[in-house]
């Protein structure tokens, strides 16, 4: 039983929001739609519920005709970013609304709603109004009205996006089991955070420019993404791309850095390449490594991310520990080629290093 999803197409004032999308979500399954800002996550997420209409494209749940029902008539609940509650009504009554506007009894919905509460940490939280709530607690009660229909489809639309740091990662860790209990639902969750869309989806959709450019479990589109676009979406920060070649047996970056091939590179057939690494990945080497110039450097908890300009371009340098490093210091930067990525000059991705097995994989050209 599913959400079938075949050539959606929406164009606005010569804009193409949605461009031929096609997926199939599962009921049961958290799906994590992940993408940039303008990326058309809020769109898609609008045709499915009945707020936009297509161009083209088909929608269809367990089988029978979905996108032709007025908005009415789909079983949609939906979760945005910016917290929708009634100023003018409890807590309780908050939740309790879109049960008694579908005729459950007022004692009925009323007991639903505060077994929805108790899942989001509400409890005791009945007879308060949204404005004696802090922002959290407000989101919370918006995500509870959602669960408590138990619709056939809840989305939701970046709902953590404007919570502070801790308390979102607070709540990203209690929504695997707030999700856990919507077996009968399909889950469709919007981020921009690719921490956020892994650690929460069972299946990762990942939309650039209005298009889906991979679908997959979490660990197949970071350890194989399938295109330059797709490892900058999932990695924090991008993935680094840098410009090079395979020549004489020798990996070349840049004309500037010569490295032998590893493993999962032989076989591949000289030409022009696209190279990535993570900024995990990449280290402060030896007088001997590449040399760049420092550009930026900032302190994330106990993390320092390094900007470098090298003469083959600029790197992102994610390194353990508080380090403080001064504007145009030159510094050494290893790079390793058993962890190099390796992209065609179509940006596909022709040959990754294998994290689980160790064993090499190239696609076939």
């Known amino acids: 039983m599913s959400l079938i999803a075949e050539h959606l197409t929406l164009e606005v004032d010569r804009v193409r929001h949605l461009d031929d999308v096609s997926f199939t979500l599962k009921r049961g399954r958290l799906h994590t739609l992940i993408g940039r800002t303008l990326a058309g996550k809020t ?5 499915i519920a009945g707020l936009q209409r297509l161009d083209d494209g088909t929608l269809d749940l367990d089988g029978r005709p979905f996108h032709g029902r007025p908005v009415w008539e789909r079983d949609v609940a939906m979760v945005y970013e910016e917290f929708i509650n009634y100023p003018h009504l409890t807590v309780l009554d908050n939740v309790a609304f879109p049960l008694r506007r579908r005729g459950v009894g007022r004692d009925a919905a009323r007991e639903r709603a505060r077994a929805a509460l108790e899942r989001v940490s509400l409890t ?5 109004r949204p404005a ?10 918006a995500l509870a009205r959602a669960l408590v229909r138990n619709a056939d489809v809840l989305l939701l639309d970046e709902p953590l996006a404007n919570l502070d740091y801790k308390l979102r990662e607070q709540m990203r860790e209690e929504f695997r089991s707030l999700f856990s209990d919507q077996g009968g639902s399909v889950v469709l969750y919007t981020t921009t955070d690719p921490a956020e869309a892994m650690i929460l ?28 676009a797709v490892a900058g979406i999932v990695n924090d920060p991008p993935m680094n791309i840098v410009d090079g070649a395979i020549e004489d047996g020798t990996v070349r970056i840049g004309g500037m850095l010569s490295l032998p091939p590893a493993a999962h590179m032989r076989g591949l057939t000289p030409g022009r390449y696209r190279f990535g690494l993570r900024a995990m990945e990449l280290g402060l080497g ?35 520990g508080v380090h403080s490093f001064a504007l145009d210091t030159s510094v050494p930067v290893m790079v390793d080629p058993e962890r190099l990525f390796v992209f065609g000059p179509d ?13 090499p994989w190239r696609r076939s050209r």
Request: charged share 25%; net charge negative; aromatic share 6%.
């Open 43 to 47: 769109t898609l997420l609008r045709t």
């Open 124 to 128: 005791g939280f009945d007879d308060r």
């Open 132 to 141: 004696q709530l802090s922002g959290g607690q407000q989101q919370r009660v």
């Open 201 to 228: 989806g069972d299946v990762v959709l990942v939309m650039h420019e209005g298009r889906l450019i991979q679908v997959g479990p979490p660990d197949e589109v970071v350890d194989r993404p399938a295109t330059t």
């Open 286 to 320: 030896s007088e001997d490594d590449v040399k760049g110039a420092v550009t930026f450097s900032e302190v994330s908890g106990s993390e320092t991310f390094l900007h470098v300009e090298t003469g083959f371009g600029p790197l992102v340098l994610q390194i353990e």
């Open 347 to 359: 940006d596909r991705l022709v040959a990754y290093p294998n994290t689980e097995t160790g064993r």
